[in-house]
């Protein structure tokens, strides 16, 4: 059973750093795209960034130059550093994975697999 285990989640001020990984599990993840979403307060989840097998990466232009995403695949790992925090970047994080890419990597229904998510406050 694929498994998807966010964490790193927390409490910071505005212009402070946290650190996300997602850690997973279940089956080989060779070939996958991994790609955080978040879902702010009451709106929908939206694309954060996502890292293809190959290495390259894409972000919302919300998140560009402050949010950095990075995998280790020896550990099955995924992370999300995020810096210059806003209290707009309030949400809940998760973490999903696409088996089959197509390109697609912003648009939630392309995922197979998502974790339970976690919880970030920024407090202005």
């Known amino acids: 059973q694929v498994q998807l285990v966010e964490s790193g989640g927390g409490l910071v001020q505005a212009g402070g750093s946290l650190g996300l990984s997602c850690a997973a599990s279940g089956r080989t993840f060779s070939g996958y795209v991994m790609g955080w979403f978040r879902q702010p307060p009451g709106k929908e989840r939206e694309f954060v960034a996502a890292?293809?097998?190959?290495?390259?990466?894409y972000y919302a232009d919300s998140v560009k130059g402050r949010f950095t995403i990075s995998r280790d695949k020896a550990k099955n790992t995924v992370y999300l550093q995020m810096n210059s925090l806003k209290p707009e970047d309030t949400a809940v994080y998760f973490c999903a994975a696409d088996r089959n890419y197509r390109g697609y990597y912003s648009y939630t229904r392309e995922y197979d697999y998502w974790g339970q998510g976690t919880q970030v406050t920024v407090s202005s």
């Open positions: 890292i293809t097998w190959s290495g390259s990466t």
